[in-house]
Antibody, heavy 132, light 107 residues
Framework: QVQLVQSGADVRKPGASVKVSCRAS????????IHWMRQAPGQRLEWMAW????????KYSYKFQDRVTITRDTSAKTVHMELRSLTSEDTAVYYC?????????????????????????WGQGTLVTVSS | DIQMTQSPSSLSASVGDGVTITCRAS??????LSWYQQKSGQAPKLLIY???TLQSGVPSRFSGSGSGTYFTLTISSLQPEDFATYHC?????????FGGGTKVESK
């Protein structure tokens, strides 16, 4: 079955970086995009980025663009998310999730049946705590 | 960013009740709208995408409708396992923003 398994919880100091990994199994890794989201305590879910696991092309939320890098290792069927210059506001559970699309980059009006992302399943989540 | 507003933020219902949750987008998103269910301590699970397409394996008591800026998620007959928080998400333009969530609690 399709499964995404994330790396374990991490504690970092302000100003540091964190790298979270997401290992995929049960499907052809390079055929589907992977998204990253996070959920801070008491806050709504927040989308961060996607990666085309076939060619490595990425799309980042402008909010994180200067601080985040998403990479993939096709031989290990793993996607990595690195977030830099951490502050306490980055304390959150970070999730990866698989899309049904290779690259969710075009959304023609009225064509959602073909072009709509379908983001599922999600990994189990990785708690990143930023504290001095 | 496209702002997503869910209502209500919480509701109380009994097993067997019909439940409707609404999600409004600050600008049109066609039908690029997904719904998720999240139980405490778990990752979200996709229920519906493209506004009305039921994800494989999701019970038929869940349904979605809407287009443009107004969307609804309906649970036709609430089951014990449906008590959870529900989130909408627009996937029309990045960043793919989420609503604030609706917590469905037992009355």
């Amino acid at each position: 079955q399709v499964q995404l398994v994330q790396s374990g919880a991490d504690v970092r100091k302000p100003g540091a970086s964190v790298k979270v990994s997401c290992r995929a199994s049960g499907y052809t890794f390079t055929d589907y995009a992977i998204h990253w989201m996070r959920q801070a305590p008491g806050q709504r879910l927040e989308w961060m980025a996607w990666i085309n696991t076939g060619n490595g092309r990425t799309k980042y939320s402008y909010k994180f663009q200067d601080r985040v890098t998403i990479t993939r290792d096709t031989s290990a069927k793993t996607v990595h998310m690195e977030l830099r210059s951490l502050t306490s506001e980055d304390t959150a559970v970070y999730y990866c999730a698989k899309d049904r699309l290779r690259e969710p980059s075009i959304t023609p009006w009225g064509a959602s049946a073909t072009y709509s992302p379908s983001i599922d399943p999600w990994g189990q989540g990785t708690l990143v705590t930023v504290s001095s | 960013d496209i702002q997503m507003t869910q209502s209500p933020s919480s509701l109380s219902a009994s097993v067997g009740d019909g439940v409707t949750i609404t999600c409004r987008a600050s600008q049109g998103v066609s039908s690029y709208l997904s719904w998720y269910q999240q139980k405490s301590g778990q990752a979200p699970k996709l229920l519906i995408y493209a506004a009305s397409t039921l994800q494989s394996g999701v019970p038929s008591r869940f349904s979605g409708s809407g287009s443009g800026t107004y969307f609804t998620l309906t649970i036709s007959s609430l089951q014990p396992e449906d008590f959870a928080t529900y989130h909408c998400q627009q996937t029309y333009s990045t960043p793919f923003t989420f609503g604030g969530g609706t917590k469905v609690e037992s009355k």
